[in-house]
């Protein structure tokens, strides 16, 4: 049984940075395509970022292309979403997703889901 479990979010101030984790078990990690989504308040979830099995395609949402980073530590089966340049509007629940399969933005595609991390960025 895939477990993903978020951890990192918290209140940090526009402009200010935050790397939320995601530690997964229960799956062989680097056959796994991972991806950061959010959800906030009244709104439909959206992706933010994807990458693939191996590490070497990564895919970013237009609104934190250059703001946000995606990586992973296969070894570790860890992965991550650091958040640089923080704006009001990426105050969201963040979740993270894997998919047994090729990287995608599609939510529907991805499987198995943790249970969020709350992100809030004050103005």
């Known amino acids: 049984q895939v477990q993903l479990v978020e951890s990192g979010g918290g209140l940090v101030q526009a402009g200010g940075s935050l790397r939320l984790s995601c530690a997964a078990s229960?799956?062989?990690?680097?056959?796994?395509?991972m991806g950061w989504f959010r959800q906030a308040p009244g709104k439909e979830r959206e992706f933010v970022a994807a990458?693939?099995?191996?590490?070497?395609?990564?895919i970013y949402a237009d609104s934190v292309k250059g703001r946000f980073t995606i990586s992973r530590d296969n070894a570790k089966y860890t992965v991550y979403l650091q958040m640089n340049s923080l704006k009001p509007e990426d105050t969201a629940v963040y979740y993270c997703?894997?998919?047994?399969?090729?990287?995608?933005?599609?939510?529907?595609?991805?499987?198995?889901w943790g249970q969020g991390t709350q992100v809030t960025v004050s103005s």
């Open positions: 997703a894997a998919r047994k399969s090729a990287i995608t933005t599609t939510e529907a595609a991805f499987g198995s």
């Open positions: 990458i693939s099995g191996s590490g070497i395609s990564t």
């Open positions: 229960g799956l062989t990690f680097s056959s796994y395509a």
